[in-house]
């Protein structure tokens, strides 16, 4: 599939616009139109019925976008949430590394550190494929003859889309001061004008209050979790939920991306559904192999059924240092595979961390794991045991403890574009060509649409009288403008899973006509069952004269 295609079906029918289009548009920022609206908002709708109405042992959270800067001192944001970047002294550009051009390299020479200008420009990225035709060595090996460090890079994310921009810009890194001073910069006019490599905060920056000082620092969040983890005590205070259970949260994140690129895959501001679900250390393996099954199945169900789906496990040397297990849900894009969703078994660290800058006790008292116990450990009370317990680091344990969390972290953005794309294709329908989108029901902005096959006969009062009805129950849309099979068409291009017609044949019979878009096969059935048979196939039913009916 073919991604401006997509971008533009995108424009034209109302799913995704560029931010200020009117004024130029802004970099990594996106509008959804009135379709587009729909799709996301089925889809954060879905996940927040399957992950927290569905089930007994999830509870939801709206936290504010803005929160106390320590929250990311403690989180490790604000020292370490960075991006290697330059700066261009010529024309005041700022880069990631693995933008920058290099003059072309010599093949006798082993770079990165000793290499000489044969003139040309050459990207970094491109640089492996430049030494292996010059040299006759395996692209593996002519990294690792280049860069160590990008060739583990390589290694570890074989099919990761940003795996050669990672590997350059760990080769820039490597690359020493005295031949920076090779390298020229896009539009510049002459090598050298670029600095050293230096770390970029991904956070933005805004100042609380009316005082713009140090002390009113402040940040947009990067991600929804934080507020899950400050909130912990307030939840578990509420008394309405026991270990093990989870705090769900769907909201704004905003990253300042070097390089936002890859339509709405990567933007600047971003919406994520995220899950911290907190359990006994002992119990934690358990359920990290849960999530990252039941996530992973999760848009199997929903459509993503193709070998285009994929879970990754992170190896040992790709985890974070606090975490034991970490696996990707990837999806084949046009642009390359890259992540929908992360599923992390995070340990105690991130309790741990807000415990220790926010100075209150965080750990959880697991009342029923005591009471279950108590009596055969011979004890009456919590603190006999503690007493027993002295002088041990964990004294509690394994009835007072900093809760594990198993963070499954979606994005809303990458999950709905993976569904356009999923959805995307074209058929041959009567001899003509159509572009349609295949959402799973669920998602689909718009359910049915209802036609009158032509402007006459009380045609269009009857199938207004049946859209007003279904309009109480379902997302639908009426339209009597052009020939029916443009009109077929534009639903089919806006993902609608049916058509509702009435014709001639409703005047005498009091039956319409239903069309299914992937099949397109049609079938009647009685004008004053229109909200139930919908509602059937909306729940899966089987489509009439179709397999399994
Ligand atoms: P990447 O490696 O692609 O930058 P990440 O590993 O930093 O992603 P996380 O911090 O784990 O991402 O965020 C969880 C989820 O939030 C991601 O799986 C993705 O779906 C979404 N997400 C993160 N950054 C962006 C972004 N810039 N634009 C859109 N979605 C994003």
Redesign the pocket.
């Known amino acids: 599939m073919d991604m401006d295609k997509l971008v533009s079906l995108c424009k034209r029918r109302g799913f995704i616009f560029p931010s200020s289009e009117i004024y130029g548009g802004i970099n990594g920022f996106w509008d959804y139109g009135p379709l587009g609206v729909e799709l996301k908002r089925n889809i954060k709708d879905a996940w927040w019925r399957d992950i927290v109405q569905g089930r007994d042992d999830v509870v939801g959270l709206d936290c504010s976008i803005i929160m106390h800067p320590k929250v990311w001192e403690a989180s490790g944001h604000v020292g370490g949430f960075n991006d290697p970047m330059v700066d261009c002294k010529a024309t005041q550009q700022r880069y990631r590394a693995d933008q920058l051009y290099v003059f072309g390299l010599s093949a006798k020479n082993q770079p990165p550190t000793d290499f000489e200008v044969v003139g040309g420009t050459r990207k970094l990225g491109d640089w492996a494929d430049f030494w292996v035709s010059a040299v006759g060595a395996s692209p593996a090996d002519a990294w690792e003859t280049a860069c160590p460090r990008a060739a583990k890079l390589l290694k570890t994310k074989p099919n990761r889309l ?1 795996a050669p921009a990672l590997a350059a810009t760990a080769l820039y890194m490597e690359i020493a001061a005295e031949d920076r001073i090779k390298i020229l910069a896009p539009n510049a006019d002459e090598p050298g004008t670029l600095t050293a490599p230096r770390q970029f905060n991904l956070m933005f920056k805004t100042s609380v209050g009316a005082l713009e000082d140090a002390s009113s620092v402040a940040y947009l969040r990067p ?1 929804t979790a934080q507020g899950i983890f400050a909130n912990f005590k307030n939840v578990v205070d509420t008394g309405r939920v026991k270990m093990p259970f989870g705090i769900a949260q769907v909201g704004k ?1 905003f ?1 300042n ?1 070097i390089t ?1 690129r890859n339509f ?5 501001e ?1 919406e ?1 559904m995220e899950l911290e679900f907190f359990c006994h250390p002992e119990e934690a393996a358990e359920w990290y192999a849960y999530w990252r099954k039941a996530r992973f199945q999760w848009y199997v169900d929903h459509g993503l059924k193709s070998d285009k789906l994929r879970l990754r496990d992170h190896a040992s040397d790709e985890l974070a240092f606090y975490s034991t297990g970490t696996a990707d849900i990837e999806y084949e894009f046009p642009f390359g595979v ?5 599923i992390a078994h995070r340990g105690e660290y991130d309790l741990g961390q807000h415990q220790k800058f926010s100075g209150k006790d965080l750990s959880y008292f697991d009342e029923e794991r005591w009471e279950r116990d108590k009596a055969g450990l011979g004890h009456n009370s919590f603190k006999e045991y503690l007493k027993t317990r002295e002088g041990k680091p964990n004294p509690g344990y394994p009835y007072q403890y900093i809760p594990n969390v198993i963070e499954p ?3 809303a ?2 999950a709905t574009l993976a569904f356009l794309c999923e959805a995307y294709k074209e058929d041959e329908v009567a001899g003509e060509t159509r572009t349609v989108l295949k959402f799973h029901p669920r998602f689909a902005p718009i359910k049915a649409a209802v036609f009158p096959l032509v402007k006459k006969d009380g045609m269009p009062e009857k199938a207004d009288a049946i859209y007003r009805d279904l309009r109480k129950h379902f997302a639908v849309f009426y339209d009597e403008k052009g020939a029916i099979g443009r009109r077929y068409r534009r639903q089919d291009e806006a993902g609608t899973p049916f058509g509702i017609t009435v014709d001639g044949q409703t005047l005498t019979d009091g039956t319409v006509t239903f069309r299914d878009r992937d099949t397109c096969r049609q079938w009647r059935i009685p004008a004053d069952g229109v909200v139930q048979a919908l509602r059937d196939l909306l729940e899966g039913g089987a489509i009439p004269g179709g397999e399994g009916s």
């Open positions: 940003e991600e994140s990253r991306e936002p709405t895959f990567r933007s600047r971003f994520q890259s992540e929908l969703e992360g972290s979606a994005g953005d990458r």
